[in-house]
Structures are given as C-alpha cells and as structure tokens.
C-alpha cells in the first residue's frame, strides 16, 4: 500500500467521505437476544415524566428538521399499547422497547384526530422495557399483564405495583425448553361475567435454531409451534384447562400467537385471531357461543389485495377499537420498531371480517432511525459537498438519508429508499437463505459499502446481506438519485471451484464471491492504482484483501482473496465461547460457524492521526485496531480495545467514519441495533 497516493491520508472532508464504509454486527448467538440489556438514560417512573435519548442522549443522531414527518418507531421490537393515555379522548400509542440501547416504555401522544392518527415525538415515560407485556380490554378497561403478573395502576405509575395470577394445573410452558413470547389477555371467555385469562405461548424446541439444511436446501428439523391455553376463572380462583382447540385439534400456528380475542365478525360471540413469529395473521371463527366458544379451522387473514402480511416479522398485534367506530382494529408491533394500524372496515365477507391493509402510523421527527440493525455508510452521495448516509437494515432494505445543510449538527431528510426497476430494493432470505432456517425468511441484514465500482464516475453499492453473497448495484444517475440497475454478482478470477462456507448447503455460481453473512464489504482502492478493490472476511472469517485488475479484454476482475492482514494483541470473538480472547497471527475476526459466523462490520481510517490506516470493527459500540507496521504488502494491527465505554450492542452496531466539522479529524457514526445513530467521537487524534 502506497500511503502517498491512498485517499484515507489525505486529511480532507472528500478524502474521508470516499472511503466510508458500512460496518456492524457483534455476534450472538441468534436473533432471539433482548434480555440482560441496560438502558440508554435513566428516567423516571411516573406519567409524563422521564427523560427521553432525544432529550438527553448527546451521541444520538437527531432530524433537527422541524415539520418532517417519519415512521413512528422505537427500537428493537415494539410492543404497542393503545390507550388514551392523555385523557383527552384520542387514543395514544404506548410502545414497550425491551432491547438495547433504546430499551423502555415510550409514550406517543396522538396529536391527529381518530380517523387520521398523527403522533408526536417519543417521551420515554420508563426506563423498564418488557418483553411480552400485553394490553388487553374487558368492557371498556384496559388492563396491562404479562407472564404471572397484572400490573395495577400502570397508566398512573407503570410497574409500580403487581399482583401475581395464580392458577391450578399443569404450568405453561414447563415442558418445553425453548419458549420466546409468553402473551396473557383478560378476556370475559365464557360470558359469565368475569374475566378469564387468555395465553399465548410458543416453543422452539421442535426448530432448534441453526445450520439444519439439507444438500437440497430443505429445512430438517420441525416448525415453530404457537398454542393457546385457557386459565378460566371458576369465581374461586384459575385453573388451567389446556390448549384451546380449533376443527377438533389444537390452535397451532407459527410461532408467537399473541392471541387477539373480540367480536370480529359482528355476531355477538368472541372469535379469535392469532399473530405468528413470522408476518402473517390467522382467522379463527367461533361457530360456537358466545358461552362455549367452538372454533373452526383457521384460516389465512385476507383481504381484496390478499393476505394480510406485516413489513418485517416478529409482529405483536393487540385489540383496540382505535378510531372509536365500534370495530375492533388489530394494532401490530413490528421487529423494527414500527407499529400498524390494520383497521377494521366493519365488513364481513365469506365468513372473514374484513380489514384495511396495514397502514404505519407516523411521527413528527426527532431521532434518525432506518429499521432495526442499521448500517451506514457515510458519503456524499448526490455530489453537493455533504456527507450523506447510505444504510442497509434488517429488512433487507438500503436507503438514502439526505444531508440538507452539512455542518457540524446537519439537518437531515427522511430515509428513502433506493429502488430497481420502480420497486425498492428488498433482499431476503426466503424459506433457506438464512443459515438460522426459514423462521428467518423476511430477514435480510444488507450492509454495504459506496465506491464507484465500474469507474463510470458514478458512485455504486456494493452489498452483502443474509445470503453472504456479495453484490453490486449500478447507479443509473437518475435525478432523484434513487434508481438503481438490478443486482449483480462481484465478479473473482478463481482458479478452481467457487469457495464459501463450509455450512453453506448451496453452492455459488462459478466466478462469483460468496463469503460469510452479514458481513462488511470495503470497496475502496487499496493498492493506489486506481482500480477499486475489495476488503472482507472470506468464507472461514480471516480478512482479506481482493485485488482489482482489469484483463486483456478491458474487464474488470478481483484476484482470489489474500490474507495480508496480522494481528498482536487482536481481540477475536469466540463464537463458541462466548467471549474475548487474545491471539497473534493472521487477523481472523470470526472463528464461529453456522449462525455465529460473519457479522462483522468494519471500515478502515487514520484514526490516531499517524499517517497509517487502521481499523474500525464492530464490539459493544466499536473497537479501534491500530495499525503498527505495514511490510512487504502486509499489514500489522494492534488491538487497542473500544473507543469509549457506551454499550450499543445487543447483537450488533456498525461504524463508519464522518468529518461533519470539516477539521480532517474523523469521527464515527454507528449504527445500532435500534435503527438509530450514534456519533462518536475521536480522542486519539487530537
């Protein structure tokens, strides 16, 4: 590497801007990690009080764009709670974040009308954000439970007080090893006058989790399993009478069947509709009574334009009637933080009551936000002099936030995204591009990089994702900026057979680069010569380094991947282990296999000032590896531990490095497991 020539050392805004690069995932061992997770702020248990990281969070990444209107959303998972918070005869959003660094209970107060909901920034109203907490109503009240417990008073003080439910019978759940959502209702069941408590609950012990394809790319192991049970109140306390049973068999759906109970076809007995881990909704018609409820068959929950499916998954529907049309609607959380409003038309059609497509209800801006796993990439991207984000999320989605002023706190538009051929881009996994198995099919985890990558003067995305396949879309110029040609595989002058990963159970197109998932791809000219290369982990996670080289006929190749890149005191995951260890050699940043491989986010910059480029890698908000020597084309890192001590990471944050001050010293941007962005500032080259 020729330092003279690299454009990292050149201590500019464009030097900086041309070399960011996506990066972010610190490995867990699946999807499935929000518990143990520490607050962002501390705030207060009290209505209306508490501090939001809007409001005192210094490193999050703000709009400051009054008047922009964006997706309203939490964190990681939200978990809704409609109620009329404020009093004031509109119905507000509650939304429980149980995952990392945006954990909490977060109130949305609704400032448009009933038909036509409008909501205005989070106020965080408590640092405790529970998982499979659950809002339900009984003739007009609102009551909050979860596993075991109902919590009074919450709308005054939220989990200040609890009463445990006690039950006789079999325990829920006790006989499964795995089980992820665990959902109590109160619900008048049987009509008598009390109320009964209505549970969903899964279990994952028939899936297992990871690496169980066949050479056919058929899943091996089972589905999830969601059941509903039944605790009726007999006037002398519960008793657990068993799995509620539809066409004389067991309500068994996909995973997380939060079940939502109500009138829904108008006939005056309950009727049942129950969610899934995945994205879809099941109709559960009572052709019983209204006091001995009998269910047929479920059936999909559909519509004029089709079934009914969520953006993302992981979806938590809840009953409420928000507009207050006597309909009771479904008001679903998604994984990424957003929450839908699937109205109720007051139709029944063919025995299915009728509903609205979803809809997401919106926010006046405050806090940038792209899904859930953000990872960004700093550029300017529309050639105005301002350093733009580029991001991929775990949709699968990659989108445009537009710097509207540069400067030191730019004021920042909305993400939009990038589109093929008038549609936006979305990679996912489907029924076996996930390594983890099909539960994990609307997953995509694109993280890119920005590099002109067919030297047309135009700058392109370069992308891996859930598949590990990397690829790239040519920027066609359009004015919007937006248009993109379709994917293409990164084209590698192989020598033999296509390598990947050994778990991989197909096999890649020959010529093409398939590596480990969810991992960065640095395109950036690393040798000087004026070619685009390539940094990334290979397919047994060492870094290496993809020479770019143009052949006789003018095509543009990548060299087999080398690893050029060693380690002294390098902090290396152990997937296995679950921990940090030291070692010296060849810089492998994954030794884990299967789903703990790959998700590893990184970018190279001058971090300390020195003239040499060191190296930036995802760990609980981002660990710097400093670069001591370079011989001979090859590179010595020194492992040098994170920049502060802020834990961001729940599975994953991904840097990427920003000079908005415009002084030559780099900062980071991190994009979180949250959606959000945290900025990061640079100690060591002051």
Same mark, same amino acid.
């Given at each position: 590497?020729?330092?003279?020539?690299?454009?990292?050392?050149?201590?500019?805004?464009?030097?900086?801007?041309?070399?960011?690069?996506?990066?972010?995932?610190?490995?867990?061992?699946?999807?499935?990690?929000?518990?143990?997770?520490?607050?962002?702020?501390?705030?207060?248990?009290?209505?209306?009080?508490?501090?939001?990281?809007?409001?005192s969070d210094p490193d999050i990444l703000r709009h400051n764009n009054p008047g922009l209107t964006v997706d309203l959303g939490v964190g990681l998972w939200g978990i809704p709670l409609p109620v009329d918070y404020d009093g004031d005869g509109v119905k507000d959003?509650?939304?429980?974040?149980?995952?990392?660094? $945006?954990?909490?209970? $977060?109130?949305?107060?609704?400032?448009?009308?009933?038909?036509?909901?409008?909501?205005?920034?989070?106020?965080?109203?408590?640092?405790?954000?529970?998982?499979?907490?659950?809002?339900?109503?009984?003739?007009?009240?609102?009551?909050?439970?979860?596993?075991?417990?109902?919590?009074?008073?919450?709308?005054?003080?939220?989990?200040?007080?609890?009463?445990?439910?006690?039950?006789?019978?079999?325990?829920?759940?006790?006989?499964?090893?795995?089980?992820?959502?665990?959902?109590?209702?109160?619900?008048?069941?049987?009509?008598?006058?009390?109320?009964?408590?209505?549970?969903?609950?899964?279990?994952?012990?028939? $899936?297992?989790?990871?690496?169980?394809?066949?050479?056919?790319?058929?899943?091996?192991?089972?589905?999830?399993?969601? $059941?509903?049970?039944?605790?009726?109140?007999?006037?002398?306390?519960?008793?657990?009478?068993?799995?509620?049973?539809?066409?004389?068999?067991?309500?068994?759906?996909?995973?997380?069947?939060?079940?939502?109970?109500?009138?829904?076809?108008?006939?005056?007995?309950?009727?049942?509709?129950?969610?899934?881990?995945?994205?879809?909704?099941?109709?559960?018609?009572?052709?019983?009574?209204?006091?001995?409820?009998?269910?047929?068959?479920g059936r999909p929950l559909a519509n004029k334009h089709g079934e009914i499916r969520l953006h993302l998954e992981m979806i938590v529907p809840v009953v409420s009637d928000f507009d207050g049309d006597g309909h009771p609607d479904l008001i679903v959380g998604d994984?990424?933080?957003?929450?839908?409003?699937?109205?109720?038309?007051?139709?029944?059609?063919?025995?299915?009551?009728?509903?609205?497509?979803?809809?997401?209800?919106?926010?006046?801006?405050?806090?940038?936000?792209?899904?859930?796993?953000?990872?960004?990439?700093?550029?300017?991207?529309?050639?105005?002099?301002?350093?733009?984000?580029?991001?991929?999320?775990?949709?699968?989605?990659?989108?445009?936030?537009?710097?509207?002023?540069?400067?030191?706190?730019?004021?920042?538009?909305?993400?939009?995204?990038?589109?093929?051929?008038?549609?936006?881009?979305?990679?996912?996994?489907?029924?076996?591009?996930?390594?983890?198995?099909?539960?994990?099919?609307?997953?995509?985890?694109?993280?890119?990089?920005?590099?002109?990558?067919?030297?047309?003067?135009?700058?392109?995305?370069?992308?891996?994702?859930?598949?590990?396949?990397?690829?790239?879309?040519?920027?066609?110029?359009?004015?919007?900026?937006?248009?993109?040609?379709?994917?293409?595989?990164?084209?590698?002058?192989?020598?033999?057979e296509t390598p990947k990963p050994a778990w991989n159970w197909w096999t890649p197109e020959p010529g093409t680069l398939v590596t480990q998932w969810r991992t960065t791809p640095v395109a950036m000219d690393w040798n000087g010569d004026g070619l685009t290369d390539?940094?990334?982990?290979?397919?047994?996670?060492?870094?290496?380094?993809?020479?770019?080289?143009?052949?006789?006929?003018?095509?543009?190749?990548?060299?087999?991947?080398?690893?050029?890149?060693?380690?002294?005191?390098?902090?290396?995951?152990?997937?296995?282990?679950?921990?940090?260890?030291?070692?010296?050699?060849?810089?492998?940043?994954?030794?884990?296999?299967?789903?703990?491989?790959?998700?590893?986010?990184?970018?190279?910059?001058?971090?300390?000032?020195?003239?040499?480029?060191?190296?930036?890698?995802?760990?609980?908000?981002?660990?710097?590896?400093?670069?001591?020597?370079?011989?001979?084309?090859?590179?010595?890192?020194?492992?040098?531990?994170?920049?502060?001590?802020?834990?961001?990471?729940?599975?994953?944050?991904?840097?990427?490095?920003?000079?908005?001050?415009?002084?030559?010293?780099?900062?980071?941007?991190?994009?979180?497991?949250?959606?959000?962005?945290?900025?990061?500032?640079?100690?060591?080259?002051?």
């Amino acid at each position: 590497m020729n330092p003279a020539i690299h454009p990292f050392y050149k201590a500019s805004v464009l030097a900086i801007r041309s070399a960011a690069l996506a990066a972010a995932l610190l490995v867990t061992t699946s999807a499935s990690a929000v518990t143990d997770i520490r607050q962002a702020s501390p705030v207060t248990d009290s209505k209306g009080g508490g501090d939001t990281p809007s409001q005192s969070d210094p490193d999050i990444l703000r709009h400051n764009n009054p008047g922009l209107t964006v997706d309203l959303g939490v964190g990681l998972w939200g978990i809704p709670l409609p109620v009329d918070y404020d009093g004031d005869g509109v119905k507000d959003l509650l939304v429980s974040c149980p995952d990392r660094p $945006y954990k909490g209970l $977060y109130f949305f107060k609704n400032i448009g009308t009933p038909r036509h909901p409008r909501f205005a920034a989070a106020e965080r109203i408590s640092e405790k954000g529970m998982n499979n907490i659950r809002l339900s109503e009984v003739d007009g009240k609102p009551y909050v439970l979860s596993k075991n417990f109902e919590y009074p008073d919450f709308f005054k003080a939220p989990y200040a007080k609890k009463r445990r439910l006690h039950y006789e019978g079999e325990e829920l759940g006790a006989t499964y090893n795995k089980s992820r959502s665990n959902m109590w209702n109160y619900v008048d069941w049987d009509g008598d006058g009390d109320k009964d408590i209505v549970v969903g609950i899964d279990t994952w012990d028939d $899936y297992g989790w990871d690496n169980a394809f066949d050479s056919l790319g058929r899943w091996t192991r089972g589905p999830l399993h969601g $059941y509903v049970y039944l605790l009726e109140n007999t006037g002398k306390g519960y008793v657990n009478r068993g799995k509620v049973e539809a066409a004389g068999a067991p309500i068994d759906v996909y995973g997380a069947p939060n079940p939502c109970i109500a009138d829904w076809d108008g006939d005056g007995d309950l009727d049942l509709i129950c969610g899934e881990f995945v994205d879809g909704l099941t109709w559960f018609e009572n052709i019983g009574t209204r006091t001995e409820p009998r269910f047929a068959a479920g059936r999909p929950l559909a519509n004029k334009h089709g079934e009914i499916r969520l953006h993302l998954e992981m979806i938590v529907p809840v009953v409420s009637d928000f507009d207050g049309d006597g309909h009771p609607d479904l008001i679903v959380g998604d994984e990424d933080g957003r929450v839908a409003w699937v109205r109720h038309t007051g139709k029944v059609k063919k025995g299915m009551p009728q509903f609205e497509s979803p809809v997401y209800f919106t926010q006046q801006a405050d806090l940038v936000k792209f899904g859930a796993l953000s990872t960004p990439c700093a550029f300017d991207w529309d050639g105005d002099g301002k350093q733009d984000i580029i991001a991929g999320n775990s949709a699968g989605e990659i989108a445009f936030i537009r710097n509207l002023s540069g400067g030191e706190n730019p004021v920042w538009d909305a993400p939009r995204l990038f589109t093929v051929n008038g549609k936006p881009i979305r990679i996912q996994a489907g029924e076996n591009g996930s390594i983890q198995g099909p539960a994990e099919r609307k997953w995509g985890y694109t993280v890119l990089s920005v590099a002109d990558w067919d030297g047309d003067g135009l700058p392109d995305i370069i992308v891996n994702s859930i598949w590990g396949k990397i690829e790239w879309f040519r920027n066609l110029g359009s004015k919007d900026g937006l248009k993109l040609a379709p994917a293409q595989p990164v084209r590698v002058a192989w020598e033999g057979e296509t390598p990947k990963p050994a778990w991989n159970w197909w096999t890649p197109e020959p010529g093409t680069l398939v590596t480990q998932w969810r991992t960065t791809p640095v395109a950036m000219d690393w040798n000087g010569d004026g070619l685009t290369d390539l940094i990334v982990l290979d397919q047994e996670g060492y870094l290496a380094y993809y020479e770019r080289f143009r052949t006789p006929g003018g095509e543009l190749l990548l060299r087999p991947g080398r690893r050029i890149f060693h380690g002294t005191n390098c902090s290396l995951y152990s997937a296995k282990k679950g921990v940090v260890e030291t070692s010296e050699g060849l810089l492998r940043l994954n030794d884990g296999i299967g789903g703990q491989s790959g998700r590893r986010k990184i970018c190279f910059i001058d971090w300390d000032g020195d003239g040499r480029l060191d190296l930036i890698v995802d760990s609980q908000n981002a660990c710097w590896f400093r670069n001591v020597r370079e011989e001979q084309g090859e590179v010595w890192y020194e492992y040098m531990g994170n920049v502060n001590e802020r834990i961001l990471a729940g599975h994953t944050t991904c840097p990427t490095p920003i000079d908005w001050r415009g002084d030559g010293t780099p900062e980071l941007l991190l994009g979180a497991e949250d959606g959000h962005f945290y900025r990061m500032a640079n100690q060591q080259a002051r």
